[in-house]
């Protein structure tokens, strides 16, 4: 028997799918309408392995439902205001506010992507419910997934560090520091290198190894500023024409029609298979660290200006760029639960064994500073690969 077609007061049935998605020490199966986790994956990879649905540590499912939705938002918030940690972001941790729910489990809404989270009290299984239009959505999907990587990664003595990473001939640079630091602007430069491969461009993962660190990126939106879009004339042309958005896959901006008129932008919003396909170099999920570079602008004339550190040095950098570090006690109550936080302890650990094993450096970047880019990490490179 055929199927009735849906009277306009039906919404189409959406195609859905579920994948399992991991991450070292993290495994997450997730389900949904199929064009989201289609962006899901693409997003997340190379970094989290996708496969089929398999045994996973947590369940994550999105709900398109306007109805449950609008159910959610007239119970209104819990009496007490009470409002919990969810997601780390570079300076600060997003809080939201509990909601009632008539249940055991926590319900949380986030009024700017217009999501609801529920979670189970044990954390396992967490359901997003949000209404029938819009792509915001699947920046929140990511949000949950990569959240309990980070949960999973901290707890295993992983550091997560607020940084830019690519790999110049197999040898793993990290650019480590806060917003307007050049990061951007010296991961640009370094993937028109021959022998460059894109990491991450705002988080990578470092592992302390026994002859000496590894490093993997955790996949965040990339934001290129109008003013370090000007210093690359055809990577400027190429987003003004791209129709890329982060929140869209690479098949569906290639539908997106083109206007043909290359407006001013005050930044743009890619993925990071965007950047990459924009850019013109392969991605991988992992390699050896051979340096830490922590990057400043100098605003002066001058060029660019590498100084060795010591290792109390590079420890005290550090500090200021893990993320979460101006609440290194806690971690995302919503997703890893009220007392969860890794150790104090075996964080700074684990800070005093990457500094004692990985060279860093500093990085002064003058006005004429990346006109030596290349050969200037080209040699740094040399010296991570033989520990001069």
């Not at 799918?17 to 989201?36: E, F, W």
């Not at 990879?45 to 959610?72: C, K, M, N, Q, T």
């Not at 986030?110 to 359901?127: K, W």
């Not at 001013?264 to 950047?275: D, E, G, I, M």
Request: hydrophobic residues 45%; contains cysteine; glycine residues 10%.
């Amino acid at each position: 028997m055929s199927r009735p077609a849906p009277t306009c007061c039906e919404p189409p049935v959406e195609a859905s799918r579920s994948l399992r998605l991991v991450y070292p020490g993290t495994a997450v199966l997730v389900s949904g309408a199929a064009r989201h986790l289609d962006w899901l994956e693409e997003f997340m990879g190379p970094d989290f392995a996708a496969g089929p649905p398999g045994p996973a540590g947590h369940s994550v499912r999105l709900e398109i439902d306007s109805g449950r939705y609008l159910d959610l938002r007239r119970a209104g918030p819990d009496p007490a205001g009470t409002h919990l940690d969810c997601f780390a972001l570079e300076s600060i941790t997003v809080r939201l506010p509990l909601w009632r729910s008539g249940s055991d489990a926590l319900t949380l809404l986030d009024a700017e992507y217009r999501v609801f989270y529920v979670v189970s009290p044990d954390r396992s299984e967490i359901r997003l419910i949000a209404p029938r239009f819009g792509l915001a959505v699947r920046n929140s999907l990511m949000r949950v997934v990569r959240e309990l990587a980070m949960i999973g990664t901290e707890r295993a003595g992983g550091l997560v560090l607020h940084g830019a990473a690519v790999l110049l001939g197999g040898h793993g640079l990290v650019f480590a520091g806060p917003k307007k630091a050049g990061k951007t602007s010296l991961l640009l430069h370094l993937l028109s290198h021959p022998r460059a491969q894109y990491v991450a461009n705002d988080r990578v993962v470092v592992t302390a190894v026994d002859d000496g660190a590894m490093l993997r990126g955790l996949p965040t939106i990339v934001t290129v500023r109008e003013r370090t879009a000007r210093l690359f004339p055809e990577l400027e042309r190429r987003l003004a024409s791209s129709g890329f958005h982060a929140w869209s896959t690479l098949a569906e901006s290639a539908r997106r029609p083109r206007s043909g008129r290359h407006g001013r932008h005050a930044a743009w919003t890619l993925s990071p298979p965007q950047l990459a396909a924009i850019m013109g170099v392969g991605r991988v999920p992992e390699g050896p660290l051979r340096a830490l570079v922590f990057p400043r602008v100098v605003g002066g004339p001058g060029g660019l200006e590498l100084t060795r550190l010591g290792s109390a040095e590079v420890l005290d950098r550090l500090s200021g760029v893990l993320f979460r570090s101006r609440w290194p006690a806690r971690q995302a109550e919503m997703l890893a639960g009220p007392d969860a936080a890794p150790a104090t302890g075996a964080r700074e650990r684990a800070c005093r064994q990457l500094a004692a094993a990985v060279p860093g450096f500093e990085c002064a970047l003058g006005r004429d500073a990346f006109r030596t880019v290349t050969s200037a990490f080209d040699r740094l490179a040399g010296v991570g690969a033989d520990g001069g």
